[in-house]
DNA sequence: TATTCATATGAACAAATATTCATATGAATA
DNA sequence: TATTCATATGAATATTTGTTCATATGAATA
């Protein structure tokens, strides 16, 4: 057992976690090598976060039929303009919708496919 | 123009959302049709909100690479065993991890491949 | 260039949620 | 069957987050 396993098991016993001998460590050592930044991991469930809205997931819905404008989108949700507005910085701030403007309108769309994809996955798994 | 149609209007009006001229009435009637129940779009919600926790995330990805127990989880993640119980609940109930016994441990395990899918996706958009 | 109007934004409030602490549960085994 | 120990759970707290209201912005156009 190396020093660093030591300093972790100490850690663990500090926090009043886990006890030293049922950790199985040939898992954990193998899985905490292949172990992401801890920022990209943070970064990833941010960007789920997004998905994690009914607000959210019914502009996403309706984005996937059609491009359509702010107004479109509250008048099919019957929510307000502003809360859909809030909605939409987010939805662009993580890239999931882009839009263009065509005179006083803005169209907003869906920025691409992995979100058909992943909007389909869940459609999938609570269908089940 | 339908008395329906009329009354949606009115209500976006009580609202103070949106006014009558600038709804693109052909996109919002197509969209309509196909919306899915209010319900089921809530259900999408619930369920990618258990992707939208970093904690939770992590949890997913090291069972991604492995089936393990509570305090396998507990020491990769750092984190308490209290708190890993809470979120494998939250997993279970959602149903996006299963479990095994053995003598007095518990294996953890990802349910199904959508899951698997879900983060690869999520993965590929926020490295893009 | 003054006005209009679709959209965006800031502040405030209400509601939801993650973690910790203390303790319960319940399967294995001494 | 009494004990042990991995896991689960309830209550409390702190933080995050969504919506509303009021107002700002800024592109189009009169």
Redesign the pocket.
């Known amino acids: 057992m190396t020093a660093e396993e030591k300093a972790r098991i100490q850690q663990e016993v500090d926090?009043?976690?886990?006890?030293f001998?049922?950790i199985h460590e040939e898992i954990v050592d193998k899985v905490e090598k292949v172990m992401p930044d801890e920022q990209q991991l943070l970064d990833l469930s941010?960007f789920f976060?997004?998905f994690?809205?009914?607000?959210?997931i019914k502009i996403l819905y309706v984005l996937s039929q059609s491009e359509m404008?702010?107004?479109?989108i509250?008048t099919l949700l019957q929510?307000?303009?502003?809360?859909?507005?809030?909605?939409?910085?987010?939805l662009?701030q993580m890239r999931l919708v882009t839009?263009r403007?065509?005179?006083?309108?803005?169209?907003?769309k869906l920025a691409d496919s992995h979100i058909q994809t992943i909007l389909a996955q869940g459609m999938e798994h609570i269908s089940e």
């Open positions: 926090e009043g976690s886990c006890e001998m049922h941010e976060k997004v994690g809205d009914s607000t959210r404008c702010v107004c479109d509250a929510m307000g303009q502003s809360a859909i507005s809030h909605q939409l910085r987010v662009k839009f403007r065509d005179g006083k309108t803005v169209f907003y």
